[in-house]
């Protein structure tokens, strides 16, 4: 959950992790010659399992598999208006040249302002600001 690997295309996620499951049991049945007809049962309970949760929890079914994360205001660090502003663009991923750009300032301009938010932040870096603030929601 903390990877959001089951975020985007959870159904076909799941069904694969349940058929590779499915397909295990079916190898150690040949491998070990258990008849297969004793390893239908577990096979079959977790395939209506699925079916189950899948069909009860259609329209709900992410916030079975999604974990909320806190909420952080950028408020609280006490931003100045240039500051909030490179820290919004750093968030949607673009460089320190293309915040530069964007803004009609030079890179140094941008780099001086962002560490500065480093400092307020208690990070030394970008990865390390980046890192921190993608546990949070962030509203501002």
């Keep these: 959950y903390r990877l959001e690997y089951f975020k985007r295309c959870a159904g076909i996620k799941i069904s694969i992790l349940i058929g590779y499951y499915a397909l295990s ?31 009860a929890f259609r329209d709900r079914f992410h916030l079975l598999v999604t974990t909320r994360r806190a909420v952080l205001s950028l408020s609280e660090f006490h931003l100045a208006k240039t500051e909030m502003l490179y820290l919004k663009a750093l968030l949607q991923r673009l460089s320190v040249k293309e915040i530069a750009a964007l803004y009609g300032v030079s890179d140094s301009t941008v780099r001086n302002t962002l560490a500065r938010v480093y400092r307020k932040f208690e990070v030394p870096d970008m990865a390390a600001l980046l890192a921190k603030l993608s546990e949070f929601d962030i509203i501002d």
């Design 25 to 55: 049991i079916v190898l150690i049945s040949i491998t070990a010659r258990i008849p297969l007809q004793e390893l239908f049962t577990p096979i079959a309970l977790v395939i209506a399992f699925f079916m189950f949760v899948t069909l």
